[in-house]
């Protein structure tokens, strides 16, 4: 079964500060890799996918991940945050051969003035 | 048009009634799902559709019974339900199998009294 972990729940930084998010997941077949972006009041937006190929990925609004197959890993990053980065952010996972979208636990990203 | 649209946006229903929740994409997507999202929890997959058929229910009370009339259409039957069923409902939908991501609308927020 497939499964998805976010470690950090919850991330409070100032602006200009470095971001890094991570993300683990479990299965042992191929996978399609997402992060997800939920603002305040607002749906779900997808921030940047991993099907295949170069495993650093760039995304919307400066955000880019890093596949790494070995460690089961997919991080997210932003060199430098912004005030309007504040959100709650989903790493999934699906299995392209049975649809089922997956959804870690989240990090809530405060971002200070 | 990469919206999927929600009806209706806040629902408020007593534990004797019958409702349904409404969502539809015009995107040709042949995969639809339904989550369930509590506050400052991630969504938790409820149903998946593909090609009109169910193909995944991830063992949900039969008092949420799922119906999709058309490739374009997902509606989610809402009877006999208890106060902790309230939460945000999410439809979302995607090309099936492959390299697709999901798109979401924006819920349905569910007072169960």
């Known amino acids: 079964a497939q499964s998805v972990s976010q470690h950090n729940h919850h991330v409070i930084l100032s602006e200009a500060a470095s971001l890094e998010l991570g993300c683990n997941y479990s299965?042992?077949?191929?996978?399609?890799l997402f992060w997800y972006v939920q603002y305040p009041g607002q749906h779900l937006q997808l921030l940047l996918k991993y099907f295949s190929g170069d495993p650093l990925v760039k995304g919307i609004k400066g955000f880019e991940a890093e596949f790494i197959k070995s460690k089961f890993s997919f991080n997210l990053r932003k060199p430098s945050v912004q005030w309007s980065d504040t959100a709650e952010y989903f790493c999934?996972?699906?299995?392209?051969?049975?649809?089922?979208?997956?959804f870690g636990t989240g990090t809530r990203l405060q971002v200070f003035p | 048009d990469t919206e999927v649209t929600q009806t209706p946006k806040h629902l408020v229903m007593g534990m004797t009634n019958k409702k349904s929740l409404k969502c539809e994409q015009h995107m040709g997507h042949r995969a639809m799902y339904w989550y369930k999202q509590k506050a400052k929890k991630p969504p938790e997959l409820m149903f998946v559709?593909?090609?009109?058929?169910?193909?995944i229910n991830e063992s949900v009370p039969s008092r949420f019974s799922p119906e999709c009339p058309n490739s374009s259409l997902l509606n989610l039957h809402l009877h006999a339900l208890q106060p902790e069923d309230s939460a945000l409902y999410l439809c979302?939908?995607?090309?099936?199998?492959?390299?697709?991501?999901?798109?979401f609308g924006q819920g349905t927020r569910l007072t169960v009294v």
């Open positions: 299965y042992g077949g191929t996978v399609n």
């Open positions: 979302a939908s995607s090309q099936r199998q492959g390299r697709t991501e999901a798109f």
């Open positions: 999934a996972v699906n299995n392209p051969n049975t649809d089922k979208l997956i």
């Open positions: 559709y593909s090609y009109e058929k169910l193909s």
